[in-house]
């Protein structure tokens, strides 16, 4: 791992058990996030994206979930190997992550101050009104009006873009150098989201602090990110930088989901939405070869028979289809 990758995950592999078998629900994911860069994890629900975040944090549940294999390289460390106390170290001070819904990730009993405020106490030798204070300088950061009211203000008596900013206050308040972003602006209205992904890329700037973003909207891809890794069915299809994959997306996945996206220009108005046919797998019985063939447009025999491999057809760009296994 180079000076400037602050984290390296390489061929990781997180499985549950269940009665009826078990899940490979990140099988074999491999990327990198440079110092102060934004890298996407792109897919539909339940393709692995979260649980790749939260097996980083070693926050699977266990059991019935298990990290199986692979490395998390962290600042030279390989969090795999951890222990939990090690780990509670390094969570909220040096990795945060901002979970997908503020409303059942805050605790409703607790004022959403006491809560910002709670890594400090764990993480730093503060007293009680310094970081009541830091508290405030960071509500005011992530541009949360009237600081002292809503530091006594219970999370039921914020509004949705509210308990977001809080979830942003809580995960930076130490500064630290991953962030982990699931799902950021799910469930927020447009003119919200652009503030919360403005207001992310100014702290980066500001703080440095690399960032997971995590998503299944490609506009917001397109918006924030520097790479960009498309999930499916636990594999990772493409990864490539931002510019690369939606100029010359290679994967007929990341096409078609390229293709979904409603058009704005004059000559797309009045046109049929184009869709993937067919559905996810149910990752309990995958399909032989290929994860997506069952729903590819150019399926072949060897699709369906063998796996293909992460193919390079370019600088920093990689797809995993047999149509690019002789890259030109």
């Not at 914020?158 to 809080?166: K, M």
């Amino acid at each position: 791992m180079d000076q400037e990758t602050i984290l390296h995950v390489n061929n990781l592999e997180t499985q549950f058990s269940t009665r009826k078998g078990t899940v490979r629900a990140v099988d074999g994911v491999s990327f990198a996030v440079g110092k102060g860069k934004v890298v996407g994890l792109v897919g539909e629900s339940g393709c692995g994206k979260s649980v790749s975040a939260l097996s980083i944090l070693k926050l699977i549940p266990s059991p019935p979930g298990k990290i199986v294999s692979g490395e998390i390289l962290f600042d030279q460390r390989n969090l795999a190997e951890l222990s939990y106390d090690a780990m509670c170290t390094i969570r909220g001070k040096d990795i945060s992550m901002i979970f997908q819904e503020p409303m059942t990730s805050l605790n409703p009993v607790y004022t959403v101050g006491h809560q910002v405020g709670e890594a400090l106490r764990i993480h730093q030798d503060l007293t009680s009104s310094e970081i009541q204070r830091r508290v405030l300088e960071m509500f005011d950061l992530v541009g949360i009006p009237e600081t002292e009211s809503r530091f006594r203000a219970y999370p039921h008596q914020l509004s949705g873009g509210l308990r977001q900013r809080v979830m942003i206050a809580m995960a930076l308040i130490c500064e630290p150098k991953l962030l982990i972003a699931d799902e950021p602006t799910t469930a927020l209205d447009v003119t919200i989201q652009a503030q919360i992904l403005n207001l992310m890329l100014g702290l980066r700037d500001r703080l440095h602090t690399a960032i997971i973003m995590i998503t299944h909207d490609l506009g917001v891809i397109a918006e924030v990110c520097d790479d960009v890794n498309v999930m499916y069915a636990g594999k990772i299809l493409e990864k490539s930088d931002v510019f690369e994959l939606f100029d010359r997306p290679a994967h007929p996945y990341t096409q078609g989901l390229l293709r979904s996206i409603p058009g704005v220009a004059p000559e797309g108005q009045g046109k049929r939405l184009q869709s993937i046919e067919g559905m996810v797998p149910n990752l309990l019985y995958l399909p032989q070869g290929c994860r997506f063939h069952p729903r590819c447009e150019h399926v072949t025999d060897l699709c369906r028979r063998k796996e293909p491999d992460l193919f390079e057809i370019g600088s920093d760009h990689a797809v995993r289809c047999w149509l690019y296994r002789h890259p030109q």
